[in-house]
């Protein structure tokens, strides 16, 4: 059982919460988290890169000089790959480097990647978190206050708030995702997480229950 501090926007303790990192996942999986991780990377890839083949670049097709006499190697093609200018030999053609796991499978790594942030205290939980207006200056002294400010950091509330959203995008180093979003890379990926306690309940209830992230 881990027991963890809850804090205000001023950075105060004022409660905390228990959560036994099994109840997630019974035990972390490192193959299973990388192979999700190596997924969602690949997925990112754009897989636009594209070079000519000798069939597709511009130039005549004469050929450069008459086949025999010259003391040169036979030559027919000024497109040839062994020439300057000419086409690749293996030519790069734009592809879909996608592929997708088993959703259960996706489920249980990001339940995984959690649990492990959770035990490696990793995790910063904040009793609620909600702008009137969208403040990106509220929003650094409420990091500054609680100390994590300066990392690579994950905000996960327990909807969309644009108000939210708003008062996080600028800052360098910190983005916001609702927690049903959340996957095994976007866990992993920064230095620490900060949860609001809504946010951990409703993954909570996630992951005991029959809906889940894919």
């Excluded at 597709?56 to 000024?78: H, I, L, V």
């Excluded at 790069?92 to 995984?112: E, G, Q, V």
Aim: charged share 25%.
């Amino acid at each position: 059982m881990v027991t963890l501090p809850i804090y205000d926007r001023t950075g105060a303790e004022v409660g905390s919460y228990e959560l036994d990192p099994a109840e997630l996942a019974p035990k972390v999986n490192k193959q299973l988290l990388h192979d999700a991780v190596v997924m969602y990377q690949t997925n990112q890839r754009q897989g636009s890169a594209k070079t000519k083949s000798r069939a597709e670049k511009a130039g005549t097709t004469k050929k450069m000089y008459r086949q025999k006499g010259t003391g040169n190697a036979r030559a027919g093609s000024r497109r040839s790959p062994v020439r300057r200018g000419g086409g690749h030999a293996f030519a790069k053609k734009p592809r879909d480097w996608s592929y997708r796991m088993n959703k259960k499978a996706l489920r249980l790594a990001t339940r995984m990647a959690v649990a492990s942030r959770i035990a490696d205290n990793e995790v910063t939980l904040i009793d609620q978190l909600a702008f009137e207006e969208p403040k990106t200056r509220d929003m650094a002294a409420i990091l500054g206050a609680l100390k994590i400010d300066g990392q690579r950091l994950l905000v996960a509330v327990d909807g969309h708030d644009m108000n939210v959203y708003k008062s996080i995008r600028n800052l360098s180093g910190v983005s916001v995702v609702p927690v049903t979003e959340l996957n095994a890379l976007s866990v992993l990926r920064p230095q620490r997480l900060l949860l609001t306690t809504a946010a951990l309940d409703a993954f909570r209830r996630k992951a005991n229950g029959t809906n889940g992230d894919g």
